[in-house]
């Protein structure tokens, strides 16, 4: 069977129209089936999940680890410190002997009681040291 000139012509315009690219998703199907082949026909291995250290889990939103004061985002690590939730690192640090006695001093500064440096002066204004009052 032959094919009238109008058929010809058809045939010949589709051939000189440049073919449509595929879209996105198609792109990505044909280099996942070019890689499935190249590995011989096996399905490429899927991620496996890190299991988490005990007592800890992935943060539902950011927040600020009480120990470091660091940020910390959605989705990190995180696990119980004394102050909260905070990094995994920063549960088990030690305190050095300076930040221990720093947080005491801030406990009781926030408390409300004083230090030596805070207690009114015994002197007289406009009076040597040496002509304080007795101590009651």
């Known amino acids: 069977?032959?094919?009238?000139?109008?058929?010809?012509a058809a045939k010949a315009?589709?051939?000189?129209q440049p073919k449509k690219r595929p879209g996105k998703v198609q792109r990505e199907a044909i280099k996942?089936?070019?890689a499935a082949k190249k590995?011989?026909?096996r399905k490429p291995a899927a991620k496996k999940a890190v299991p988490l250290p005990r007592g800890s889990?992935?943060?539902?939103?950011g927040g600020t680890c009480p120990a470091c004061f660091k940020d910390y985002g959605k989705g990190e690590v995180i696990?119980?410190?004394?102050?909260?939730?905070?990094?995994?690192?920063?549960?088990?640090?030690k305190l050095s002997a300076a930040e221990r006695e720093f947080a005491r001093n801030k406990a009781r500064i926030e408390a409300g009681e004083t230090?030596?440096?805070?207690?009114?002066?015994?002197w007289r204004l406009g009076s040597s040291p040496s002509s304080t009052r007795p101590a009651r």
């Open 1 to 8: 069977m032959g094919q009238t000139p109008a058929q010809k």
């Open 13 to 16: 315009a589709r051939a000189k």
């Open 32 to 34: 996942r089936a070019q």
């Open 39 to 41: 590995a011989g026909g």
């Open 57 to 61: 889990l992935r943060a539902a939103y």
């Open 79 to 93: 696990t119980k410190v004394t102050g909260g939730w905070g990094h995994p690192g920063c549960a088990s640090r």
């Open 115 to 122: 230090f030596r440096g805070q207690k009114p002066s015994d």
